[in-house]
């Protein structure tokens, strides 16, 4: 498809922005303009919603290139540039903004039509938390929450005379020696070691900051100021709550029985640590590409057998060169698909190495990918600013509805076979640590003056509910106690996590609805994603023939339903 910038009406066309001053014009116009009639308030939110695709456009563009090279300190600083000397002065303008949106005479006609009303809702909530007091705190929150990537793009370990990611060094955990296993994994912990305490002072000063946020705008506590923040209207903290229960007494027992039958088959009493990842029945891991150009040329052929407009998506990207799949040294850690809301196509970043989590990851950040295609013609840029509750069921689903394709990295029909079986197993067992980070975060905010030792206790105390017992940590009991800091979310983006666990429910029923009518559940899919956030998000899973529940009878359905096709592949 052929893709260029809309037009700008309001904005200049050749803005630079190097300065508040070069944007702060079009705030103070926003502010004093006149709105006589429905037709300028209309054309006021069509200016207002271009400035925000303008600005939030060119902060991806800082951070984007900031974590494809954290060694290049001019990246860093441009990021640095716009989170401490921009988004600060945007904070009271956007406020003042709001109260004229929601002031207008004519905001009731607009706000009672289905498709503003989420947008109003989301606008009073900002008011009712915005303080002034805050907007330096959140600034120095967004400073300190970026220093997690320079450290995690930091780590790499020497090996075989080779200089390695944590993301190449971790395929060697995949090895059939178990000395090599050992040996990596050792060198692994060493280095992680080395940066134990950084972590811990990191987190702490985030910890502080953000719980004085949320005492200036009210809050005894970060948990409920953020899950207010993050316009969780639609599900409550006992829902939270009740999804780590579930999880627990469904998903956690049939986790065990797999790592069970893997255990005996390797034929030990426990697993070690390095043994986690290794093929059980000493099959060498799975490889389905060698090259970043072969995943991508593979994920195209793939989406297009799946629904053309999916494949046109990324060879879009493609050309538009929106794309930096490879991992290399002094890049972040992690994958993204960062939204660009002018021009409309996405960013995808991701670090392959050639492994079958990178397929997974390329699908799902091609999931977010597709999302925003399909969003990018609704009218306003607040109409695309999804909750990730919903951009996570666009990826998580696209995981499960390309399975059925990813014979095109597997020809060999064992090895076909086995991927989905992994995807499968580690589908259940992903909810697990899901809700421990989750219910982890909760006790860190509501306990927010917790001692870094009170604070590796509940961690602990956690890795046993969520556990299956089965691992012997033996001399290795520090890395146990600090792998909640290999976690972003908990630094950069907290409480986005258990989304991935809600959505990962949501996407198995898009599946199953697949195997029944794939082209009515791509098409109900497709309905789904165009929403973006015109609608509520139980509408939205509606939409897209699912249920919108994370109980632990809706769990349980969702559970057989994977342990049926695990049956299948076993044939």
């Known amino acids: 498809m052929e893709i260029s910038k809309p037009l700008r009406s309001f904005v200049a066309k050749d803005l630079t922005i190097d300065s508040w001053e070069s944007i702060e014009r079009y705030y103070h116009d926003l502010l004093e303009r006149p709105l006589d009639s429905m037709r300028d308030f ?38 640095t540039f716009f989170v401490t000397e921009i988004q600060p002065k945007l904070a009271p303008f956007e406020d003042k903004l709001n109260k004229k949106l929601v002031d207008s005479p004519f905001a009731a006609e607009l706000e ?48 075989d005379g080779e200089t390695l990611t944590m993301q190449k060094a971790s395929l060697f955990l995949k090895e059939i020696d178990e000395s090599v296993r050992k040996e990596v994994f050792d060198k692994i912990c060493d280095r992680r070691r080395k940066d134990v305490a950084a972590f811990d002072d990191l987190f702490d000063i985030l910890l502080a900051k953000r719980h004085q946020v949320a005492v200036n705008s009210g809050f005894d506590n970060f948990r409920d100021y953020k899950l207010a923040a993050m316009g969780r209207f639609d599900y409550s ?92 040294n002094g890049k972040a850690p992690g994958g993204y698909n960062y939204p660009l809301y002018e021009i409309g196509v996405p960013f995808i970043f991701m670090n392959a190495v050639g492994s079958q989590r990178d397929l997974v990851t390329m699908v799902h950040e091609g999931g977010h990918a597709v999302h925003s295609f399909l969003s990018r013609d609704l009218g306003l840029t607040g109409f695309k600013s999804l909750p990730s509750e919903v951009a996570e069921l666009a990826s998580m689903s696209m995981e499960l509805l390309t399975m059925e394709e990813w014979n095109e990295f597997y020809p060999n029909n064992d090895e076909f076979k086995r991927a989905k079986r992994e995807q499968l197993e580690t589908t259940l067992s992903l909810l697990p640590w899901i809700a421990q980070v989750d219910e982890f975060q909760h006790w860190l905010y509501l306990n927010h003056a917790h001692t870094r030792a009170e604070r590796t206790e509940k961690w602990m105390s956690l890795s046993s509910e969520y556990g299956t017992g089965l691992v012997d940590y033996s001399g290795y009991e520090d890395i146990r106690e600090t792998s909640w800091q290999r976690q972003l979310h908990i630094f950069e983006v907290p409480f986005y996590y258990i989304e991935y666990g809600i959505a990962q429910l949501g996407a198995l029923g898009v599946w199953m609805n697949s195997l029944k009518n794939k082209q009515k559940a791509i098409a109900d899919y497709k309905s789904a994603l165009k929403l973006a956030y015109t609608k509520s998000i139980p509408e939205i899973y509606s939409t897209a023939g699912i249920e919108f529940n994370f109980s632990s009878g809706h769990i349980s359905e969702l559970a057989d339903f994977i342990g049926e096709e695990l049956q299948k592949l076993q044939n």
């Open 42 to 79: 209309k054309q006021w939110l069509k200016d207002q919603s271009e400035l925000e695709a303008v600005l939030e456009e060119n902060a991806a563009w800082r951070y984007i290139r900031m974590t494809i090279d954290t060694t290049d300190e001019a990246l860093s600083n441009a990021y």
């Open 237 to 328: 903290v006992s829902d939270c709550e009740d999804f780590h229960t579930s999880v627990k007494i469904v998903i956690v027992p049939i986790v065990k029985s797999i790592r069970q039958t893997k255990l005996d088959l390797l034929g030990k009493e426990k697993f070690k640590p390095w043994d986690l990842d290794v093929d059980p029945e000493g099959k060498k891991p799975l490889k389905p590409f060698d090259t970043d150009s072969e995943l991508l040329a593979g994920t195209i052929r793939m989406f297009e057998k799946v629904d053309p407009y999916f494949a046109d998506c990324l060879s879009t990207m493609e050309k538009m060169n929106h794309l930096d799949l490879a991992s290399k």
């Open 112 to 159: 009672s039509s289905s498709d503003y009303f989420i947008l109003f809702r989301s606008v009073r909530k900002a008011l009712d938390l915005y303080r002034e007091e805050n907007v330096l705190l959140n600034s120095e929150v967004a400073e300190e929450s970026q220093k997690y990537g320079t450290l995690s793009a930091a780590q790499n370990i020497e090996y």
